[in-house]
């Protein structure tokens, strides 16, 4: 499987999908048309699937142009159907997807919007968070509850720790700034400095991270830790207090 990283607008990122044995293509929340279609007109000459994590403009932007030049399917949530136009196929938790070979599970991660899923593959190992969990950080909710989006980030973080994620915006930099402020202690966050800067510096994007390396520094999926909890003076709260403490403080940041 090819996975092509595409920047758009600011700092979004749409992704690019091909199942090889198939030649079936997809995209991942195009944010606009033009640098989507730049590379499909040019590479594959085909486009198959749209497949949309949510309904916010910046990840769907390019549906319509896409679907009409290439007659690709979107494929989204059902309760996004009012807010994404010209849906064809609607999923939901646990609808399988097949992009040619390569078999997707959709996942119901509700919080930054209502509609929110997650497109992952088991056998490649990657899934597409879209808002929900960025690397370093995670979405604001928009439409949930905190109950809601930790419980969403929570079911990914049991996903198998080598899991490559890659999600919908490239916000690591900033996103550092948060955790190292509040998990001071925390010994691979210098680490993950240095390798972001180094990667910014190269003009590379931070996308994709495993599981693993998110739960060592994800101040998000580490509400469970004992140092941080007392960091924030929370030892005997829950997880999901500290992580909706973690957000307010992030919304003001
Ligand atoms: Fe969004």
Known sequence: ???????????????????????TV????????????DI??????????????????DHIGGNQDLKKKYKAKIVASKIDKDRIQNIDLYVDEDTKFNLGNIAFQILFIPGHTKGHIGFYSKEEKIIFTGDTLFSLGCGRIFEGTFEQMFSSIKKIKKLPKDTKIYCGHEYTKSNYEFCKTFDTTNKELPKKKLWIE?????????????????????????????????????????????????RNLKDQF
């Open 198 to 246: 180094d990667r910014i510096k190269k003009g590379l994007p931070t996308i994709p991270v495993t599981l693993e390396e998110e739960c060592n520094t994800n101040i998000f999926l580490r509400c469970d830790n004992i140092a941080l909890k007392k960091e924030l003076k929370m030892e005997d709260s829950s997880e999901v207090l500290v992580f909706q403490r973690l």
């Open 1 to 23: 499987m090819k996975i092509e990283i595409v920047s758009c607008l600011n700092d979004n990122y749409s992704y690019i999908i091909q199942d090889e044995l198939t030649n």
């Open 40 to 57: 499909i007109f040019n590479k594959y000459q085909k486009l198959d699937y749209i497949l949309n994590t949510h309904h916010h403009n």
């Open 26 to 37: 997809g995209v991942v929340d195009p944010s606009e048309f033009k640098s989507i279609d």
